[in-house]
């Protein structure tokens, strides 16, 4: 089974610290730290094996590359694949400021 590569994009990073920053405040930072390790293992273990899986985002109607997304929770994880990389580009939820 072939496998790819997962990496974050220095946006999708900066709006899962967004979401850490908020949730140190509601949940601890036990908790938090958790949850985090917890969706970027996630996101890796779904996105390595079967990306072209997982259903085109509306986004990708407005762009040149195909953007497909992975719901994880309360978070809608848009990513692109090229070649054996797939890149997390956004994460939107409701705790990101991104709806």
């Excluded at 997962?6 to 946006?11: G, K, L």
């Excluded at 917890?38 to 390595?48: I, N, P």
Aim: no cysteine; hydrophobic share 40%.
């Amino acid at each position: 089974m072939k496998t790819y590569d997962v990496e974050f994009s220095n946006t999708a990073e900066n709006e899962l610290i967004e979401s850490v920053i908020w949730a140190i405040g509601v949940w601890g930072e036990e908790s938090t730290f958790r949850w985090a390790r917890s969706f970027r293992e996630a996101a890796r273990r779904q996105l390595s094996t079967f990306p072209f899986g997982l259903p085109l985002a509306p986004e990708s109607e407005f762009d040149d590359a195909e953007i497909r997304q992975l719901l994880i929770g309360r978070y809608r994880v848009l990513f692109e694949v090229n070649d054996d990389l797939v890149t997390i580009l956004h994460i939107r939820g409701s705790f990101s400021g991104q709806g």
